[in-house]
């Protein structure tokens, strides 16, 4: 079920699969991403455990509020705030969260700032940030560093192609299924309201850092990274495990910073066993 949910005074198009009465995920994608990001087959899966699992789009993504590109009327801390207004608006008072990459380190921040809402907290391809993390591959440094593609959306194949070409650096050595992922990027593309527009998470404040807080997260706790994540070398899974009390380590042979489908055979168990504790 797809709906528009007002959320802290904005518009968040939020998606459910599975029953409310069944434990609560709530997925939480990374930066610029909307909820297409996470595939249908990959939370019907989880829903079949069975869970409730939400999924939404993040402000200036897919049919969420958006604004003109540059001009965020939000801040990073907004962008946190959204996930407890979507628990709100759906009525439930604590759910587990998955969050992914920009959506991991909003999912640690929720764990430790809210954690009467958090029931447990799975972190993919994230970190927990700090200077003594190795740094992104050489190829995704030169990439920050290139117009962000494509430069017109109006040319559909061309975007695409362009779209495709930026998802494969991120990619790990596992077999790569473009016709699927360009039909993603597709799907993505044809339901967002203004495609500049997710390139404004880039530009948002990212907050004080909480580190040196993650000992405080008591929830259940799983981290699943990648042997080949090119943004965070899996040394940064790695530390987010040490530092978060109990945390339980998969690391994800030939994955990049994804997680993609060959790997889901291994994670979905996991984050069905970790989420098995019913929210309310």
């Known amino acids: 079920m797809t709906d528009l949910l007002n959320v802290n005074g904005v518009e968040l198009c939020v998606d459910t699969f599975g029953s409310p009465v069944d434990p609560a995920i709530l997925l939480i994608h ?18 079949a455990g069975p869970r409730y699992v939400i999924r939404y789009d993040h402000r200036d993504t897919g049919q969420s509020t958006s604004y003109a590109p540059g001009k965020p009327e939000y801040t990073g801390a907004d962008l946190v705030a959204d996930p407890i207004g979507i628990l709100d608006a759906l009525g439930i008072g604590k759910a587990h969260l998955v969050g992914i990459s920009m959506g991991g380190g909003i999912a640690q921040q929720l764990a430790v700032e809210h954690p009467d809402r958090v029931a447990s907290v799975t972190m993919i391809a994230t ?14 440094r030169a990439s920050f560093s290139e117009d962000t593609p494509p430069t017109g959306w109006s040319d559909t194949e061309s975007a695409l192609d362009e779209l495709i070409k930026s998802d494969r650096l991120y990619a ?36 004080d850092s909480i580190r040196h807080r993650l000992r405080e997260i008591a929830v259940p706790a799983l981290v699943l990274h990648g042997t080949e994540d090119p943004l965070f070398p899996p040394a ?24 993609p489908e060959p790997t ?9 066993a970790l989420t098995a504790r019913r929210t309310s």
């Open 30 to 47: 990374g930066a610029s991403a909307s909820m297409d990001h996470w595939e249908p087959a990959f939370c019907e899966r989880l829903a």
């Open 127 to 140: 970190s927990p940030g700090g200077p003594d993390l190795p740094p992104p591959t050489d190829k995704i």
């Open 172 to 207: 790990g050595s596992l077999p790569y299924d473009e016709p699927a992922r360009r039909a993603l990027y597709a799907k993505a593309l044809a339901r967002t309201i203004n495609p500049d527009s997710g390139a404004n998470h880039w530009t948002l404040d990212g907050g």
């Open 236 to 259: 940064h899974g790695e530390a987010l495990a040490r530092e978060v009390p109990g945390a339980r380590l998969l690391i994800l042979p030939g994955a990049g910073h994804e997680l």
């Open 264 to 272: 889901w055979d291994v994670a979905i168990p996991e984050i069905l």
